[in-house]
C-alpha cells in the first residue's frame, strides 16, 4: 500500500487531495498543527476522521523536528505540501511569520526530505500570485514572475528551491503553479466564499448586507476537486516538472458575484462607480452590497489567466467545471450547510 503524507490537510486543498488518494487505495497521513480551536470541519465534512486509511499527525511547518520525525515514522512514497499561510490580505499584515510558514517551512520539508528519505516524490504547491504583475498574457511555465505581495514573494522562493532540490540533488520535486481554485471548502475569508456565503444570509435574512473590495480584480477559478485530479498527476508523471493549472478563462471579482446572485435567483441593480458602486435587490429596492477601502490591498495583482497547454499535453489534465457551473455549486452548498446542518462550524 503506497504512503502518501499531505500537509495542510485541514484546508480545503489538503482534504479533497486525501480524499482523492483515499480512493486509489493509499494510506494518507494528513498532517495538522495544533491550534486552540478545532480546524477539522472539512475532514469531518468528507468523512475522512473515521478512513481506517487516514492517519491524523501534528506538525507545523516551521519545526523541522516536527517533519523529520514524521518521515522517519511513516517513510512516505509521496509528499503533498500544502501547508501555507495562504491568504495574501493577512501577509501584508504578517509578512514575516509568511515567510517562515509559506517560504522558509518548504526549505524544512525538502532538507528533511534529502536527509531522512530523498526518494519520497515531493509536490510544492506554487501559486499565479508569483506572477503578480503578469508580464505576459497568458501565464504560462516561461512566464517571468513579478509577485504583488508578501506571500507571492514567499511562494516564488519556495518555488525556487522546489526546482533546485530538483537539479542539485536529482530528487522528484514537483512544482504546480495554480491559478486561483474554489469549492464549497473554501475558507470564508477569501472572496468566493464570502460572496457564497453572504448572499445565502441575505436569501436566509440573517445579515441585511456586505462589503467587498476591488471588483476590478481577475482571476482564473477553477473547481478545488478537478485541481487536486491534476496535482495528483503532476507526482504520477514519469519526471519531476513545473506544471501550470488553469482553466485558461479569466473574470472580475464582479463578474462573479453577478453569476452567484443568478445562482440564488436574486435580481440585482447596480449603481454608482468606484469606491461610490452598490448593489440594490430589484425586489424591496434595499442596498444589499457596498465597497469598503479596507479591503483593497497595499498592491493588487489585476490580471490572472494561465494557460495550462503543458499540463494537458502532458498529464492529459484539464479543468472541466465552468464558473457558472462552479457558482452553482458553491450556492447550492451553502442552503445545503444551513438546511441539513451537516457543518456548524462554518456557519
Ligand atoms: P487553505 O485552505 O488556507 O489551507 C492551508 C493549510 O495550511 C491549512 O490546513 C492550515 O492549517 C495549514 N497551515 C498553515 N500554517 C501552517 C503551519 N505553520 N504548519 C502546518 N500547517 C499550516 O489553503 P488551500 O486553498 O487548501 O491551498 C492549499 C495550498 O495551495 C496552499 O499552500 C496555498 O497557498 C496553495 N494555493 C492555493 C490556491 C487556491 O486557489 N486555493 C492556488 C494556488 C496555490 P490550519 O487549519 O491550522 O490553519
Ligand atoms: O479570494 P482572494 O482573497 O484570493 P487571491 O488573493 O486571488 O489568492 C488566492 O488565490 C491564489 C492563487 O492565485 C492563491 F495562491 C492564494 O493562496 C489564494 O488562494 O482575492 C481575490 C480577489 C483579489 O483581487 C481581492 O482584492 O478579490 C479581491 N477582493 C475584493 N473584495 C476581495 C474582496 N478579496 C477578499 N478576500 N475579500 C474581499 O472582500
Not at 14 to 19: C, D
Not at 131 to 148: L, N, S, V
Not at 257 to 270: G, K, S
Request: glycine fraction near 6%; charge should be neutral; proline fraction near 3%.
Amino acid at each position: 500500500m503506497k504512503i502518501a503524507l499531505v500537509t495542510g490537510v485541514t484546508g480545503q486543498d489538503g482534504a479533497y487531495i486525501s480524499e482523492l488518494l483515499l480512493s486509489k487505495g493509499y494510506k494518507v497521513v494528513g498532517t495538522a498543527r495544533r491550534t486552540s480551536t478545532s480546524s477539522y470541519w472539512r475532514l469531518k465534512y468528507l468523512d475522512l476522521l473515521e478512513d481506517k486509511n487516514f492517519i491524523l499527525e501534528e506538525m507545523d511547518l516551521t519545526d523541522l523536528s516536527s517533519i523529520s520525525s514524521l518521515l522517519k515514522k511513516y517513510k512516505p512514497d509521496e509528499f503533498y505540501n500544502l501547508a501555507a499561510q495562504s491568504f495574501v490580505a493577512s501577509s501584508f499584515i504578517s509578512p514575516l511569520s509568511t515567510s517562515q510558514i509559506t517560504g522558509m517551512g518548504v526549505n524544512n520539508i525538502l532538507e528533511s526530505i534529502r536527509i531522512t528519505k530523498p526518494d519520497t516524490k515531493f509536490y510544492q504547491a506554487s501559486t499565479s500570485e508569483m506572477f503578480g504583475k503578469a508580464q505576459e498574457i497568458p501565464q504560462r511555465e516561461t512566464t517571468p514572475f513579478y509577485p504583488r505581495s508578501p506571500y507571492g514573494v514567499s511562494k516564488l522562493y519556495a518555488h525556487w528551491l522546489t526546482v533546485n532540490y530538483r537539479e542539485s540533488y536529482d530528487m522528484f520535486a514537483s512544482s504546480g503553479i495554480l491559478f486561483n481554485h474554489e469549492s464549497p471548502l473554501r475558507g470564508l475569508e477569501f472572496v468566493t466564499r464570502k460572496i457564497t456565503s453572504s448572499i445565502v444570509k441575505l436569501k436566509k435574512n440573517l445579515i441585511s448586507d456586505f462589503q467587498l473590495g476591488n471588483l476590478e480584480a481577475k482571476r482564473d477559478w477553477g473547481y478545488a476537486k478537478d485541481f487536486v485530479e491534476g496535482i495528483y498527476k503532476i507526482l504520477q508523471n514519469d519526471e519531476p516538472d513545473t506544471f501550470v493549472l488553469a482553466t485558461g478563462k479569466t473574470f472580475s471579482v464582479r463578474d462573479f458575484l453577478n453569476l452567484c446572485f443568478d445562482a440564488a435567483e436574486l435580481e440585482v441593480i447596480w449603481e454608482g462607480k468606484g469606491i461610490n458602486e452598490k448593489v440594490f435587490l430589484k425586489s424591496s429596492g434595499k442596498e444589499v452590497v457596498s465597497i469598503n477601502k479596507k479591503y483593497f490591498r497595499p498592491a493588487e495583482v489585476d490580471l490572472l489567466i494561465g494557460d495550462p497547454s503543458k499540463a494537458k499535453s502532458k498529464l492529459n489534465w484539464e479543468a472541466s467545471c465552468s464558473l457558472e457551473e462552479l457558482c452553482q455549486i458553491m450556492i447550492e452548498a451553502e442552503f445545503d450547510f444551513y438546511e441539513n446542518k451537516k457543518n456548524i462550524f462554518i456557519l
